[in-house]
């Protein structure tokens, strides 16, 4: 007998860590790959935050906190909020979770119910439509192609939003594109989410400090405090302090939601780890000095990438305005006879499948099909290595493509 949920049939390993995982086991085996495929920067995490993990575990801060998090913990986030965003938070109104990623699930499985509809734009990060199906709702997904900047427009959302409508998420900076809404375009947005009250927003903020040029972070509530009642934020450490292990996520909206949620976590996972809740203390109240280093690291990385990429032939990128990924459209290669042939040697209906998995075999490049994002068009690019590393990843990227042509 085979003892399997029927709910996994609905979702798919996460893409992203599956490539990284297959480019840990080749590097194990003595392959020289370059890894374009992990979304977490190579930076350590920088020591100040380390030492106040340290301090903690010498005091014996080693014991269950409360499942939503510490009052300590709570306070940093809540003084976090208003230093930065001008927002207002209680305890009751916020929570910390094991990641970002559970603060979402947590989200997900307290507020959708079956046959709700979840408003996605995509391209999109792989987990939001699985974690909707694995709460029984229906992802909706809203296109924006490179030719809009991958940036949806007012009128696709108003067309997507039905009275089934449950949830609308608005990620911006975007994982895997790197675009991001300037504070008109979402306002615009918001003006159309106004008029539908029936709907909840989230708004994942995890790339928050890593925007680029004249662009200014805002997300709705900053902008709409109208909407405080049906907005829930996402955020947390793991982007711009370097700190994807220690797994702490945060998230703060309405405290009924908070309430479920943390409910749900009891149940679950319990507190985040005490150690790691000390450690973003750290993070959230002292220098930001580390967050600016390596954003600027992050401007001059997108840049080396942009350039090398548009000087490929086939190949077209838009310049990122956050976070540390490009993901470039490459339809006009996949016209090459000899793609054609890998294409059909492989049997994969996934394009972008197909050619990702021809350079991480042939070239020790490893890419996330853009598939896994809904756009098999394109595959997702981090820049969240040395330039050393990228430009040699890059240059084996340019020739799978020029062996291709022939």
């Known amino acids: 007998m085979n003892f399997v949920a029927e709910r996994l049939n609905v979702i798919e390993p996460s893409p ?6 297959r480019a840990r086991e080749l590097k194990a085996a003595g ?38 998090g510490s009052p300590a913990a ?29 603060v979402l699930y947590n989200l997900f499985l307290s507020t959708l119910n079956p046959g709700d509809e979840v408003v996605i734009p995509a391209p999109y990060w792989v987990s939001y439509a699985d974690m909707a199906r694995m709460a029984q709702a229906v992802p909706k997904f809203v296109y924006s192609g490179i030719d809009h900047g991958y940036l949806i427009t007012p009128e696709q959302l108003d067309a997507a939003i039905t009275p089934k409508t449950r ?17 008109n375009q979402l306002e615009a947005l ?28 805002y997300n709705l509530l900053m902008l709409f405090p109208e909407l405080r009642e049906r907005t829930f934020i996402v955020n947390g450490v793991s982007k711009a302090y370097s700190m ?12 009924y939601i908070i309430k479920n949620m943390e409910k749900l976590q009891g149940q679950s996972t319990s507190n985040p780890c005490s150690i790691a809740q000390a450690a973003a203390i750290a993070a959230f109240s002292e220098s930001q000095d580390c967050v600016e280093e390596m954003r600027v690291a992050f401007e001059k990385r997108r840049e080396l990438v942009y350039r090398m990429l548009q000087a490929m032939p086939g190949v077209r990128a838009i310049m990122p305005q956050g976070a540390f990924y490009m993901f470039p459209d490459i339809h006009e290669v996949y016209a090459n006879p000899r793609f054609q042939a ?13 050619f990702c998995a021809h350079l991480l075999d042939h070239y020790d490049v490893a890419a996330v099909p853009g598939s896994a994002f809904g756009d098999d068009n394109a595959l997702r690019i981090s820049y969240a290595l040395d330039e050393d590393s990228l430009r040699r990843g890059l240059e084996r990227l340019g020739t799978m493509i020029h062996d291709l042509k022939g």
């Not at 992203?16 to 995982?21: D, E, K, M, Q, V």
């Not at 008029?195 to 662009?215: A, M, P, R, T």
């Open 74 to 102: 709570k306070k940093a986030v809540i003084e976090k909020f208003r230093r930065e965003n001008g927002l207002e938070f209680k305890p009751t109104e916020v929570t910390l979770s094991n990641g970002g990623k559970q």
């Open 342 to 354: 890998i294409l059909k040697e492989k049997n994969d209906a996934s394009r972008s499948r197909a």
């Open 16 to 21: 992203t860590l599956a490539i990284t995982a």
């Open 190 to 217: 918001g003006r159309v989410l106004l008029k539908h009250s029936h709907v909840l927003i989230c708004s994942d903020d995890i790339y928050e400090h890593i925007v680029y040029g004249d662009l200014k972070f």
């Open 31 to 68: 392959r020289d790959v370059i890894g374009f495929g992990a979304g977490e920067p190579d930076f350590d995490t920088p020591e100040h935050i380390k030492e106040a993990a340290r301090r903690a575990m010498a005091a014996g801060q080693t014991k269950y906190t409360a499942e939503g």
């Open 244 to 255: 994807t292990g220690w797994r702490i996520g945060v998230g703060a909206g309405p405290d």
């Open 167 to 183: 949830l609308v998420i608005i990620n911006s900076p975007n994982n895997p594109t790197g675009a991001a809404y300037t504070k």
